[in-house]
C-alpha cells in the first residue's frame, strides 16, 4: 500500500542502520516460505511494542506488526524481497531524528514525524486500506 523509510530512532536501534525501510501489506497478502515465523515481542516509542517476524531458520527480521494497525498489516522488510528494488520509498518519515549525514534524494517526500495518510498515499491504497480495517474489525 505505501513503502516508508522510517528514520526515528528506534528503527535505527532495531535496524542497526539509518533507517527501516517497510512496505506496508494487508497480513492476508504476505506468505512465508520457510514456514512459520518466530515472533520476538519488542519495545517501542509508542510504549505499546512491536511484534517483529523473524525467519526461524536465519533469525533474519521479515515483517513487523505494530499497535496502531494491530495483525492486520505487515510491515514487511524491503530488503527480504525477491525484488527489493521496486519498492523505493514513497515517503521517509522521522526525519527530525534522521542522521544528519544522511542526504534524502531532491524532492523525495519528507516528514519530520508522521504525516496524514491522505497526503501520501494513492487512492487504492487507501481503499484498500479502509477494507483491510473493516476486515479486521478496526473500522465500521
Known amino acids: 500500500m505505501v513503502v516508508h523509510a522510517c528514520h526515528c530512532g528506534w528503527c535505527q536501534r532495531e ?8 512496505a506496508v501489506y494487508e497480513a492476508d497478502r504476505v506468505s512465508h516460505t520457510a514456514g512459520d515465523p518466530e515472533i520476538i515481542v519488542t519495545p517501542s516509542a509508542s510504549g ?38 521496486l519498492c523505493p520509498p514513497d515517503v521517509h518519515i522521522y526525519t527530525a531524528s534522521k542522521q544528519p549525514w544522511v542526504l534524502l534524494p531532491p524532492g523525495a517526500r519528507a516528514f519530520a514525524e508522521f ?16 477494507i483491510m480495517r473493516t476486515k479486521a474489525g478496526l473500522e465500521s
Open 15 to 22: 535496524t542497526g542502520t539509518v533507517h527501516a525501510l517497510n
Open 115 to 130: 504525516y496524514e495518510l491522505s497526503e501520501v498515499w494513492s487512492p487504492e491504497s487507501l481503499e484498500r486500506r479502509r
Open 48 to 85: 505499546r511494542g512491536q511484534q517483529i517476524a523473524r525467519c526461524p531458520i536465519c533469525k533474519v527480521a521479515v515483517w513487523s506488526n505494530y499497535a496502531v494497525s494491530g495483525p492486520a498489516a505487515r510491515f514487511v522488510r524491503v530488503g527480504t524481497l525477491d525484488n527489493p528494488e
